[in-house]
């Protein structure tokens, strides 16, 4: 059963209004990345003014297209764009995405020029994201969507990510590149005249692919709406928000951007809280608790146990657990007796678990496992500081064995060098792996968070940060 933004994000034909064969131009990168990334259908640059563009046939209008559309990108000056969406809507154009700006977000005119576009999709029954937005993508083979002018290609993976900001979206891509992190589709919504962030909550709560949701938001355009939403979203898949204008300069410029009405800082906080709905300080934070949400199972409570070979790390990674809210666990004697048979004697079978330098990926492997059968640990935290004689991949694969046996979360600190993380990449067989100890920590924080959530009744709010 088609979904009502199908037609964007699985579309069969695309048209480009707006297509270029200058280099430096928004019409010629998008058309670019769409014939890049292998477009599973059929594209049609439309432009009154050249033959052809990327060795594609040009039509001057989407009405000289002889086939049917379902997808129009229009990337025309502000002043055409009524023309071609009148076009469009003519033709029978299903879904639409307005990358041009100078709409509601530089003032009253901008803004009556939108309310007539919104009306007049909304008239036709055909659903738009933007305008002054990036454009959107879908990394499923069976599509190979990049309807974007973003210079990086997204990777395959199990998070739809929705930016509410164009030139964030494309610094969020980079990002996510550079982690190793896949997503299943990307929207920049721009002004959210049409489409907006509730939508897509929607169009992805029952996607079997998506596991995470992630939003950079600057407002919310319909709060009522938004809370009934991601209050059932929210129970069958965690939703991450980095929300923006936190500062009232903050919320100044986010108005000036796009068109924004946002919040009090105080009053969003509350607002997510009682939707379960995850907060991030940062896109970097973002990531870093998306990782661990989509490849780790739930822990059943707060209590953590660290494992370690260095000392300074482990105190670190504490003192975060314990200021975030999450407790150290006390290991029992059982264990504490079990570890002591085989770790030197030098090392520390208390909580952290410190087995010196000298660790090996053998010494990780049984010393993880016997913290994680221990019934007073419901996830751990593992701190590697790689010794000279070290290969820290042998132990993060030692770490990823004992994980995968398990159903409690595990999160690696690997303090290695930027040869290791760029080995690790595409290894999506091993735990979430991070570089400081304060990062994996929020992350476990707010995984025992999102999982309290879930077992909270329904009727219960999730308590404040």
């Known amino acids: 059963m088609e979904r009502p933004l199908d037609p964007i994000f699985s579309p069969r034909s695309i048209a480009v209004i707006g297509a270029s064969r200058r280099r430096d131009s928004i019409g010629f990168a998008l058309l670019h990345n769409l014939i890049a990334d292998q477009f599973s259908g059929a594209i049609y640059p439309v432009n009154p003014h050249a033959s052809s563009v990327h060795s594609l046939k040009c039509y001057p209008s989407v009405a000289a297209i002889p086939d049917p559309i379902d997808l129009a990108v229009i990337l025309v000056p502000r002043d055409k764009v009524p023309a071609a969406l009148d076009d469009c809507l003519a033709h029978g154009v299903r879904g639409l995405v307005v990358i041009t700006a100078g709409f509601s977000e530089t003032g009253p005119e901008g803004a009556a020029r939108e309310k007539e576009l919104r009306e007049r999709v909304r008239a036709a029954g055909v659903r738009m994201i933007g305008p002054n937005c990036m454009g959107v993508i879908n990394t499923d083979t069976a599509v190979s969507l990049n309807a974007t002018f973003a210079p990086t290609p997204a990777r395959r993976g199990s998070i739809g990510f929705v930016s509410q900001s164009g030139a964030l979206g494309v610094a969020i891509l980079n990002v996510a590149q550079d982690l190793g992190i896949g997503l299943t589709q990307f929207v920049s919504m721009g002004n959210k005249a049409d489409v907006s962030g509730n939508d897509l909550l929607v169009h992805w709560e029952d996607d079997p692919e998506t596991r995470v949701i992630a939003m950079y938001l600057e407002s919310f355009g319909n709060p009522r709406r938004f809370t009934e939403i991601a209050k059932r979203v929210s129970r069958k898949k965690p939703i991450l928000v980095v929300k923006s204008g936190r500062t009232a300069e903050g919320a100044r410029a986010a108005s000036s951007h796009t068109g924004a009405i946002a919040g009090t800082d105080v009053t969003v906080s509350a607002f997510l809280d009682q939707c379960g709905v995850l907060r991030a300080n940062t896109i970097e934070e973002l990531f870093d608790v998306a990782r661990a949400l989509d490849r780790c199972p739930l822990p059943q409570g707060f209590r953590v146990g660290i494992v370690t070979n260095a000392g300074g790390p482990a105190i670190m990674a504490t003192d975060a657990c314990v200021n975030l809210g999450l407790q150290i666990s006390e290991l029992s004697d059982a264990t504490r007796a079990g570890l002591r048979a085989f770790l030197p004697p030098e090392a520390s079978v208390a909580n952290p678990v410190d087995m010196i330098a000298s660790a090996t990926a053998e010494s990780y492997r049984r010393t993880l496992a ?96």
């Open 370 to 465: 016997a913290v994680l059968d221990d019934p007073s640990v419901d996830m751990a935290l593992v701190i590697n500081v790689t010794p000279l004689l070290s290969n820290p991949i042998d132990i993060l694969e030692a770490v990823g064995a004992v994980a995968r046996e398990r159903t409690k979360p595990v999160l690696a600190v690997m303090m290695a060098t930027d040869e290791f993380y760029e080995a690790i990449k595409e290894a999506t067989h091993l735990p979430p792996v991070y570089r400081f100890p304060e990062s994996a920590a929020r992350a476990l924080f707010l995984l025992a968070r999102y999982a309290a959530w879930v077992r909270r009744p329904a009727e219960t709010a999730v308590p404040a940060l």
